[in-house]
């Protein structure tokens, strides 16, 4: 077996934690997962503080429906994005085996 040069695996290392870290540190969707997109509605918002304490940012509750069941999911959005209003639409994506498992794609102008 030949040998592995750290610096190679120090490499890897720290791109896999810049990946996790701008999603969050959370796993996004693996791509084996089958997914599919709906709309959602926005039914309410807060203000919420922004990272560190620092500013505010919008969390807002949505809701949206797969098959015959009704979804309400709360997300911190973050500071860059605009206000937005009760009764705005969201696209989101979804896991088919777990709909409460979603993402934000984008927000639908009106």
Do not use: C, H
Not at 14 to 38: D, I, M, Q, R, S
């Amino acid at each position: 077996m030949a040998k592995q040069n750290p610096w190679i695996i120090g490499i890897l290392g720290f791109g896999v934690f810049l990946y996790l870290a701008w999603n969050n540190f959370k796993t996004p969707f693996a791509p084996w997962t089958k997914t599919a997109e709906a709309k959602a509605v926005i039914t309410d918002k807060a203000l919420g503080y922004g990272p560190m304490g620092r500013g505010f940012t919008q969390i807002i509750t949505i809701s949206y429906q797969v098959d015959d069941s009704v979804y309400v999911q709360k997300k911190k959005l973050s500071q860059r994005i605009d206000k937005k209003e009760i009764g705005s639409e969201v696209l989101i994506e979804y896991t088919v085996k777990d709909p409460a498992n979603f993402e934000i794609k984008g927000f639908l102008k009106q």
